[in-house]
């Protein structure tokens, strides 16, 4: 079984700049969330979707960060503008029907260096 | 803010058990505690859960109180590749929706 792919791996951007995240997650998995891990912290919730819908959002910077996940399949995570605390790994994650956060399978995540 | 304690590092000989340590003083009667771990530069796997029986699968085992305030996760036969930020979670809000809020977790070393 396929894990949850997540491009890209690495990216360098300046401040100020636009940047977004994809996320394939485990076929068959209804709920997808985001999450942003500072070093040293860990992970956040950003955003949890339902299919299609949103969840949960209340973590979400929305004056600069926005999600969408299409079709309720693949999912983008987009900043624009970027500022420099927005340096960390942002981790997607997918759950299958059912009981959602009983057992959340992570992506590799996408380390992301704002400079 | 997590709703866990655990201790920020703990170490472990090789071949040892580990018993990684968690406080949760203030769960409520129908939340789960979870464990994750996260290996250098990888995302969280998940572990193990349970409510209030003690739970065993092939990676671990979990130990939580009677009163239900801590619980212990025992890796049986620690090897290097247990080392790890091992995160404790009780899962807030509904079965639906529940989401897992990590805190800082506890770093493992296993030592040869």
């Known amino acids: 079984e396929a894990g949850v792919a997540q491009s890209p791996r690495y990216k360098i951007i300046e401040k100020r700049q636009s940047v977004a995240f994809w996320c394939n997650p485990i076929s068959g998995h209804a709920t997808l969330y985001w999450y942003q891990q500072i070093l040293g912290q860990g992970p956040k919730l950003l955003i949890q979707?339902?299919?299609?819908?949103?969840?949960?959002d209340s973590q979400l910077p929305k004056d600069r960060f926005s999600a969408e996940r299409l079709k309720g399949v693949d999912s983008t995570l987009k900043i624009q503008p970027a500022k420099l605390e927005d340096s960390a790994v942002y981790l997607c994650a997918s759950s299958p029907p059912g009981l959602a956060g009983q057992e959340q399978y992570f992506g590799p995540g996408t380390r992301l260096t704002v400079t | 803010d997590a709703k866990t304690t655990q201790p920020p590092s703990m170490d472990c000989a090789e071949g040892r058990a580990a018993n990684l340590p968690c406080n949760h003083s203030?769960?409520?009667?129908?939340?789960?505690v979870y464990w994750y771990r996260q290996i250098h530069s990888q995302g969280p796997q998940y572990i193990i859960h349970?409510?209030?029986n003690n739970e065993t699968n092939e990676m671990a085992s979990l130990i939580i109180t009677e009163d239900r305030k801590s619980s212990t996760l025992i890796l049986p036969h620690a090897t290097l590749r247990d080392t790890a930020v091992y995160y404790c979670i009780v899962r807030v809000g509904s079965s639906n929706t529940g989401k897992l809020i990590f805190g800082q977790g506890t770093t493992l070393q296993v030592k040869p």
């Open positions: 203030t769960i409520s009667g129908n939340e789960y």
């Open positions: 349970g409510l209030k």
């Open positions: 979707f339902q299919n299609n819908g949103v969840v949960d």
